[in-house]
T-cell receptor, first 111, second 110 residues
Framework: EPEVTQTPSHQVTQMGQEVILRCVPISNHLYFYWYRQILGQKVEFLVSFYNNEISEKSEIFDDQFSVERPDGSNFTLKIRSTKLEDSAMYFC?????????FGPGTRLTVT | GIQVEQSPPDLILQEGANSTLRCNFSDSVNNLQWFHQNPWGQLINLFYIPSGTKQNGRLSATTVATERYSLLYISSSQTTDSGVYFCAFEYGGATNKLIFGTGTLLAVQP
């Protein structure tokens, strides 16, 4: 069964460093998303991407964040200069039309 | 904005017991889904259930959209069912982001 994959599973970085989180969505899906979950809290929407552009973003998704679909398979989230409060689980999701399928997540720890 | 409430917030079961988790929402929603977050943090799709009833093994789900709630039934619970259960849905016609509930933390004891 096709699935969304994410790498790395865990990333530790120092404050101020740039990180790139990678996702491979399900191959025929058209809509792509990033969500995050701070430890102990609920899952929050960050950004959605369709037709090679951002279709919606939340207040969390400020200028430090960017997304890219550099080729036909990968979908990346870049955090330009990480802050302590960026420590969270980041989930990628993809969708063909209705049901969103989530990847296993990347746990980002900023020290 | 829309209000979503999941109940109970916490639940402890003995292995083999049955349970019902509830998701209430304050307005009409679209494309409701149920997820299980396992102890490793992974989000597992359980059901896409915008309306009606579906069953998958020991789990089943029912959404009554007109009454603004959805239920997740777990029968004959196992320790591997432990984790957090979230409902999530789209709200508003111009967006397809999912809004997540606060979850039900389930612990199944042997």
């Amino acid at each position: 069964e096709p699935e969304v994959t994410q790498t790395p599973s865990h990333q530790v970085t120092q404050m101020g460093q740039e990180v790139i989180l990678r996702c491979v969505p399900i191959s025929n899906h058209l809509y792509f998303y990033w969500y995050r979950q701070i430890l102990g809290q609920k899952v929050e929407f960050l950004v959605s991407f369709y037709n090679n552009e951002i279709s919606e973003k939340s207040e969390i998704f400020d200028d430090q964040f960017s997304v890219e679909r550099p080729d036909g398979s990968n979908f990346t989230l870049k955090i330009r200069s990480t802050k302590l409060e960026d420590s969270a689980m980041y989930f990628c999701a993809s969708c063909l039309g209705y049901e969103q399928y989530f990847g296993p997540g990347t746990r980002l720890t900023v020290t | 904005g829309i209000q979503v409430e999941q109940s109970p917030p916490d639940l402890i079961l003995q292995e083999g017991a049955n349970s019902t988790l509830r998701c209430n929402f304050s307005d009409s929603v679209n494309n409701l889904q149920w997820f299980h977050q396992n102890p490793w943090g992974q989000l597992i799709n359980l059901f896409y259930i915008p309306s009606g009833t579906k069953q998958n093994g020991r789990l089943s789900a029912t959404t009554v959209a007109t009454e603004r709630y959805s239920l997740l039934y777990i029968s004959s619970s196992q320790t591997t069912d432990s984790g957090v259960y979230f409902c999530a849905f789209e709200y508003g016609g111009a967006t397809n982001k999912l809004i997540f509930g606060t979850g039900t933390l389930l612990a199944v004891q042997p």
